[in-house]
């Protein structure tokens, strides 16, 4: 007659288990990427994460908005927006850059790039392409805001401006609620 063996655990196999159990209300409790409301609500467990309402670095939209190079030579207005304001997804940004120094706009003999970043999340942008317009704008293109927050665009723009060489950057600012 066969007869059947006892099946043990081993110890350490139930220490495991046992700790796992114990850390899953731990974990469930924390906030993700991603997690809140779409409203920019937070919860108890993500109070320490700013809601668009109350975040101070956050530029509301407004078409024509003007944002200054870091080096002072150029400025950035941010024509328009589509959609306007900004959303969570894809938005094509229509931007004009003009000389800090008299205001002038500049013409499109110069080299622009965009790149943008979520800092409180680490998340950068999908490649945006720059495409040259008439008259000193450039169309961005996507503008991929991938979820709800804070985002910086960063355009950077260099050349020959006259006789002079710039080389000069400008951080647009938006929160997604």
Same mark, same amino acid.
């Given at each position: 007659?066969?007869?059947?063996?006892?099946?043990?655990?081993?110890?350490?196999?139930?220490?495991?288990? $046992?700790?796992?159990?114990? *850390? +899953?209300?731990?974990?469930?409790?924390?906030?993700?990427?991603?997690?809140?409301?779409?409203?920019? $609500?937070?919860?108890?467990?993500? $109070?320490?994460?700013?809601?668009?309402?109350?975040?101070?670095?956050?530029?509301?939209?407004?078409?024509?908005?003007?944002?200054?190079?870091?080096?002072?030579?150029?400025?950035? !207005?941010? *024509?328009?927006?589509?959609?306007?304001?900004?959303?969570?997804?894809?938005?094509?940004?229509?931007?004009?850059?003009?000389?800090? $120094?008299?205001?002038?706009?500049?013409?499109?003999?110069?080299?622009?790039?965009?790149?943008? +970043?979520?800092?409180?999340?680490?998340?950068?942008?999908?490649?945006?392409?720059? !495409?040259?317009?008439?008259?000193?704008?450039?169309? *961005?293109?996507?503008?991929?805001?991938?979820?709800?927050?804070?985002?910086?665009?960063?355009?950077?723009?260099?050349?020959?401006?006259?006789?002079? !060489?710039?080389?000069?950057?400008?951080?647009? !600012?938006?929160?997604?609620?």
């Amino acid at each position: 007659m066969f007869r059947r063996q006892p099946v043990h655990q081993s110890p350490t196999l139930g220490r495991i288990v $046992a700790l796992l159990g114990s *850390l +899953f209300p731990l974990c469930a409790s924390l906030p993700a990427c991603g997690s809140g409301s779409q409203s920019g $609500a937070t919860t108890d467990a993500a $109070a320490t994460f700013a809601t668009c309402e109350s975040d101070k670095r956050a530029h509301p939209y407004v078409a024509g908005d003007l944002f200054p190079g870091k080096q002072g030579m150029l400025s950035v !207005t941010l *024509l328009d927006s589509v959609p306007g304001p900004p959303v969570k997804g894809f938005n094509t940004w229509r931007v004009q850059i003009s000389s800090s $120094a008299n205001g002038a706009v500049v013409s499109n003999a110069l080299s622009v790039s965009a790149s943008g +970043f979520m800092p409180d999340h680490n998340h950068s942008t999908d490649p945006i392409v720059v !495409t040259p317009m008439a008259d000193g704008q450039y169309q *961005l293109d996507p503008v991929r805001l991938k979820m709800s927050g804070y985002w910086e665009i960063t355009v950077d723009v260099s050349g020959q401006l006259g006789e002079a !060489t710039v080389s000069d950057s400008a951080v647009l !600012t938006t929160c997604v609620p």
